[in-house]
């Protein structure tokens, strides 16, 4: 969309917002800085004046449009409907990345193939070993320094077990990303073996970015290849539904395939597959639900209810604020002290439940959430829900 086609489009969604200010509380930045600017409300002015060239973009100007989570809590609880979600992707796509974006390292995030590659470089180079040392040399506000603390080692591939249930359901596909391709397969490996003893067959579309990351940072055009190269995925791989794993996908999956049945795994596997039986597990298990899972898929119930299907687990939900956990995306990247200090809040929040164990349903986050576990010395495993219930699968 060219800057012409942009502007008004900006006005026109800034406008639908009435300032009333009722979602200021439930902003996870505007509850950390405790600053207007850093609000819903004060990115819908700021956008709109940028858009109508009444402010000039400058580095500090755009700074809190740079900050937004995109975590979309603002959207689901605007009583007027504002759209933001679109408003704060138009305004980035106007105003281009954000100044000192960590470019070359989000194009080897973006590369699942490049970035396995590297991973088993750096087992065979005995990474684990040295790079938390490394780590801790860099600036505490690098990019690369989040990556290295954040990245564990590569997992082993995940034995599938056969279903003994014959395919009557239809055909599934599955979109295993980018980074959840090579730190995910213990979760997309599960949802496989879960619509399988469903009765469904499984389809993994070739790994790839669905296009999140440009498309957040103001990269539209490499967001709109992304686009098409998922279209042709789904054209060719024949199924009725698209899953993900991974609830920061499904916007832009959805985005990309209208008309299309895009759906979260979780949500999907607790509506379709209600045979399926789960063995016992007693489990203190704390419930961080990702933004995207509630804002955006709108599944935290379904989560929930899944969840309550394995007889003796017991789910301890997290208090709904801070709505983000601080990956959000690229700003784990972009913004490291700010992931930090919003992840800081979200840990105490878990120790507090002292749990046995941690689920989280987004890569990103789990993978935020365990480096941030690690540097306080807690061994306490972060997975993803889907891991623990096709282990609890009673055989079909
Ligand atoms: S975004 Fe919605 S809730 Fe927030 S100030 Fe505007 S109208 Fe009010
Ligand atoms: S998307 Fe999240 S961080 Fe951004 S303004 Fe809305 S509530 Fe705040």
């Known amino acids: ?33 405790g600053d207007e600017t850093e609000s819903p409300r004060g990115r819908i002015a700021l956008a709109r004046a940028l858009a109508s060239g009444t402010m000039e973009p400058t580095a500090a100007n755009r700074l809190p ?43 080897v995030l973006k590369r699942p193939r490049l970035l396995r590659a590297l991973a088993r470089l750096g087992a065979t180079l005995g990474a684990p070993r040295w ?46 990303g980018c980074v959840a391709d090579v730190y995910e397969s213990e979760a997309h490996a599960a949802l496989e073996r879960l619509l399988a003893a469903a009765g469904f067959e499984p389809v993994r579309l070739p790994a790839r970015c669905c296009g999140a990351l440009d498309r957040h940072g103001g990269t539209a055009a490499a967001g709109d290849r992304d686009a ?30 209208p008309g299309v049945a895009v759906e979260d795994a979780m949500a999907f596997v607790e509506r379709e597959c209600s045979t399926l039986r789960f063995r016992a597990l007693p489990l203190r298990t704390a419930l961080h639900l990702p933004c995207t899972e509630v804002n955006v898929a709108r599944a935290d119930g379904a989560v929930r209810r899944l969840l309550a299907r394995v007889p003796g687990l017991e789910l301890l939900p997290l208090p709904a604020q801070p709505a983000c956990c601080g990956a959000a995306g690229s700003h784990v990247l972009d913004f490291p002290r700010r992931a930090r200090d919003l992840r800081a ?34 061994a306490l495993a972060v997975e993803h829900p889907l891991s623990l219930l096709a282990r609890q699968l009673e055989s079909p």
Request: proline share 9%; aromatic share 2%; glycine share 8%.
């Open 345 to 378: 809040l979200k840990l105490d929040q878990v120790q507090a439940l002292a749990p046995q164990r941690l689920l989280s349903g987004n890569i990103g986050c789990r993978l935020h959430l365990a480096a941030g576990l690690v540097e306080r010395g807690s």
């Open 131 to 176: 790079a938390p040392r490394l780590a801790r040399r860099l600036p505490d506000d690098s990019a690369w320094r989040s990556v290295l603390v954040a990245l564990p080692p590569l997992p082993a591939a995940p034995a599938l077990q056969p279903s003994a249930v014959v395919a009557t359901r239809g055909r599934v596909a599955l979109f295993p």
């Open 65 to 107: 449009l740079d900050h937004c989570l995109g975590c979309l809590t603002c959207e689901r609880v605007c009583p007027s409907g504002v759209h933001y979600g679109e408003l704060l992707t138009a305004t980035r796509a106007l105003l281009g990345p954000p100044p000192g974006r960590a470019r070359a390292l989000l194009g």
């Open 1 to 33: 969309m060219s800057a012409d086609t942009l502007r008004p489009r900006i006005a026109a969604l800034a406008d639908q917002c009435v300032m009333c200010g009722l979602c200021l509380p439930h902003c996870p930045t505007y509850a950390l800085d």
């Open 228 to 257: 098409d190269a998922v279209r042709a995925a789904w054209t060719a791989a024949g199924a009725n539904t698209l899953l993900t794993a991974t609830p920061g996908c499904l916007g832009t999956l959805r985005e990309a395939l």
